[in-house]
C-alpha cells in the first residue's frame, strides 16, 4: 500500500514510521512525506531516507478549503492509497474527511475518547487517571474522533509532569503506529458500524498495545 505521512513538526512517528517501512515484509511503502509548516524538523527524516517530501504551508491559502484543495490533488497526483497523519495539527474541512474516508489514520497521544485536543497530557494528569495511553484511528469530521484501529497503554505515575509522561505514551506510540498501519495495509482492519473490525491472523500484539476484536 502507498502512503502519506502527514507532519508539522518534530515527526518521531514519521521516523517510526519510515523504520518500520524499511522492512521488507512490511505491507505499506511511503510515497511521500507532507508538511503544512515549513520549518517543520521532520522533514530531515524524509530527507535522509530519500522520501519525497513537500511543503504545504497553511499560511500561504486565504481558506481551509483552498488549502484542503492543494493537499487533495497532492495526495491524489501521488497516488497515494492511504493517508497517515502523524502529529499533523490542522483541522480539516468535513469535505476533504470525507473524500479521505477510511483512507486516513490519525495518532493521538490519550486512549480516545477521553481526552481529545490539546494539552493532552497535562489534563490527564489534573484528571487523576492512572492509566493514558495512545490512539491510531480512522478519521472523521469531529477532531479526534473515528473508528479505533489499536490502543497502547501506559501508566500514569504519582510523580509524572506532562514531559515525562509525553515521553512515556510517545515511546509507545512508536510501536503502536507502525502495528496499527500493517493491519489496515494488509487488509486486516475494516470499518464496519462505524466500528474496526480485525479479521483472522493478527500479527501478535506487542505490549501494551490492545486490539480490537475478531470480526
Ligand atoms: C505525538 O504525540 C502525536 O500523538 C501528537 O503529536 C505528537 C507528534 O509528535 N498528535 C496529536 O496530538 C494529534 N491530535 P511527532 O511529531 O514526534 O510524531
Known amino acids: 500500500m502507498r502512503i502519506a505521512v ?16 524499511a522492512a521488507e515484509d512490511f505491507p505499506a511503502d511511503i510515497g511521500l512525506v507532507l ?21 504545504i504551508d497553511h499560511k500561504e491559502f486565504k481558506t481551509r478549503e483552498e488549502f484542503d484543495a492543494v493537499l487533495h490533488r497532492t495526495l491524489e497526483d501521488a497516488e497515494i492509497e492511504l493517508a497517515c497523519n502523524a502529529g499533523f495539527m490542522r483541522i480539516l474541512t468535513d469535505d476533504f474527511v470525507n473524500r479521505w474516508r477510511d483512507r486516513m489514520l490519525n495518532i493521538h497521544p490519550s486512549l480516545l475518547p477521553a481526552f481529545k485536543g490539546l494539552h493532552v497530557h497535562q489534563r490527564a ?6 492509566i493514558s495511553g495512545a490512539t491510531v484511528h480512522f478519521v472523521r469530521p469531529e477532531m479526534d474522533e473515528g473508528p479505533i484501529v489499536a490502543q497502547a497503554a501506559v501508566p500514569v505515575l504519582p510523580d509524572d509532569t506532562a514531559d515525562v509522561l509525553a515521553e512515556r505514551i510517545l515511546a509507545a506510540e512508536h510501536k503502536l503506529y ?3 498501519l500493517r493491519l489496515v495495509a494488509e487488509g486486516k482492519a475494516r470499518v464496519a458500524d462505524e466500528r474496526v473490525v480485525i479479521s483472522d491472523g493478527i500479527p501478535d500484539a506487542p505490549a501494551p498495545i490492545f486490539m480490537p476484536p475478531l470480526g
Open 125 to 130: 494528569i489534573d484528571a487523576g487517571v492512572r
Open 178 to 180: 507502525p502495528f496499527a
Open 6 to 21: 502527514l507532519i508539522s513538526g518534530r515527526g518521531s512517528n514519521l521516523k517510526a514510521l519510515i523504520d518500520a517501512c
Open 35 to 55: 508538511s503544512n509548516r515549513p520549518n517543520a524538523s521532520g522533514l530531515l527524516h524524509a530527507e535522509e531516507a530519500g522520501i519525497p517530501h513537500k511543503v
